[in-house]
């Protein structure tokens, strides 16, 4: 079943992502681009708190378009907050002028 593997390579790819040398536990590892995709990981295997959190690590980290506008997704799909998810995109548009494919959105 497609979908199956589909969810055995997110959950995979997330463990792989945390764990480990080569994974966020190694203080060298911890950086904006991973925490974005750890966010990616987790909202793709059903884990909504843990992507908003490392979304959110990723802006502390260093201020990006990708986790603003991931953030923002998060706020119109998950919790219907459409002026949070506004600021959000508005945020990563900041960030990235000429990038359109922030705008789109699923």
Known sequence: NPHEQDIVYKVIGHQLLVQGNGGLENSENQNWYSYMHLGVMSYAVGMLDE???????????????????????????EYQNFQKA???????????????????YN
Do not use: D, G, H
């Open 51 to 77: 992507a908003k959190t490392a979304f959110e690590r990723s802006l502390e980290i260093m201020p990006n378009a990708w986790a603003n506008r991931n953030l923002a997704m998060i706020w119109r799909n």
């Open 86 to 104: 506004i600021e959000y995109i508005t945020n990563a548009l900041q960030y990235c002028k000429t990038c359109n494919c922030v705008l789109q």
